[in-house]
């Protein structure tokens, strides 16, 4: 048994480790592959090399996996790792602002009592405040509230 196997096993457990905790945090394959190879790799250095190399192998690596956890916790790791633009704009605020009562479109899914409806070749969701309304039937806008739709059918 060499050395390298040992040190290669510790390794690929802290890689899962910071894995688990950056990636796919909580009790998932990743974390228990982790203590597997730390367990693997520190059993393997008791049984072919003794005692002492056994106890400095347990020592260093329960030192790295302290470390790891300290670095990948720090907040400087986690602001490299975030994304730091802001989103500004908000979706559909121009054309639903130019929606007026009285206006007519065609229900593109079936409203029960809300769907999609398009007005002016825009598709946008709406509520029916009468009966539900099958895809394709004409329906006439009655109000907008904020970003709301409401519709009824045209009979």
Request: aromatic share 6%; net charge neutral.
């Amino acid at each position: 048994m060499s050395v390298a196997i040992i040190v290669a096993l510790i390794l690929a457990g802290l890689l899962l480790l910071v894995i688990e905790l950056l990636i796919v945090p909580g009790v998932s394959v990743a974390g228990v592959a982790s203590l597997v190879f730390f367990s693997a790799g520190i059993i393997l250095a008791y049984k072919y090399f003794g005692g002492t190399v056994g106890n400095i192998t347990l020592l260093l690596t329960l030192i790295a996996i302290v470390v790891t956890i300290g670095i990948a916790l720090k907040p400087a790791t986690w602001k490299r790792l975030s994304l730091h633009t802001t989103i500004d704009s908000k979706v559909g605020d121009d054309f639903i602002a130019t929606l007026r009562p009285g206006e007519r479109g065609i229900a593109k899914s079936k409203m029960s009592p809300i769907g999609e409806i398009i007005v002016r070749d825009n598709v946008i969701e709406a509520e029916s405040i009468g009966p539900f309304i099958e895809a394709g039937q004409q329906v006439e806008i009655v109000k907008t509230e904020q970003q709301k739709i409401y519709v009824k059918p045209l009979t």
